[in-house]
C-alpha cells in the first residue's frame, strides 16, 4: 500500500508540473504573439539605402514635422540636406510613418509631408545668408 501511496504522490507532481511547463509554454506563445502584432513593418529597400545619407539630427527633426508634432521646425540647414536626400526617399520615410500611426493620422501626415517638400524647394532657391 505504501508503495502505492508514493507512486500516486509521484505521478500527481508529475501531473502538477507538466501543467505548469504547459502554462509557461501558453503563456510564453500569448507573449511572442504580441510582440510579432506589435512589431513595425521591415522597412523598405528605399528606406534602408535612403537613410545612412540624412545626418539623425535632421532625420528627427524631419519626422517631428511630418508628424505634426507641437513645435517641430525644420531648420534651413535639414531643408537643403531633405532636399539632397531627395523627393523619392523623403516619399518612402513619409509612407514609413503614415504605415506606423493610427489610420486617422494618415491624411495629415501626407499633407504636412507634402507642405515639408514644397518648403525644401522654396529654401533651396534662396541663396544661403552669408554674414
Wanted: hydrophobic residues 40%; proline residues 7%; glycine residues 4%.
Amino acid at each position: 500500500m505504501e508503495t502505492l501511496a508514493k507512486t500516486a504522490v509521484l505521478l500527481l507532481f508529475s501531473l502538477m508540473m507538466l501543467m505548469v511547463l504547459l502554462g509557461d509554454e501558453a503563456r510564453r506563445l500569448e507573449v511572442e504573439e504580441e510582440e510579432s502584432a506589435q512589431a513595425p513593418p521591415p522597412y523598405s529597400p528605399i528606406i534602408s539605402s535612403c537613410a545612412p545619407e540624412l545626418p539623425k539630427n535632421c532625420g528627427d527633426e524631419v519626422r517631428d514635422s511630418v508628424l505634426g508634432l507641437e513645435g517641430s521646425v525644420l531648420t534651413d540647414e535639414c531643408y537643403r540636406q531633405l532636399v539632397r536626400w531627395g523627393k523619392t526617399c523623403h516619399d518612402a520615410f513619409a509612407q514609413l510613418l503614415v504605415s506606423l500611426e493610427p489610420a486617422s493620422q494618415k491624411s495629415s501626415i501626407v499633407a504636412n509631408s507634402k507642405t515639408i517638400w514644397e518648403g525644401c524647394v522654396d529654401v533651396v532657391a534662396q541663396p544661403p545668408v552669408s554674414f
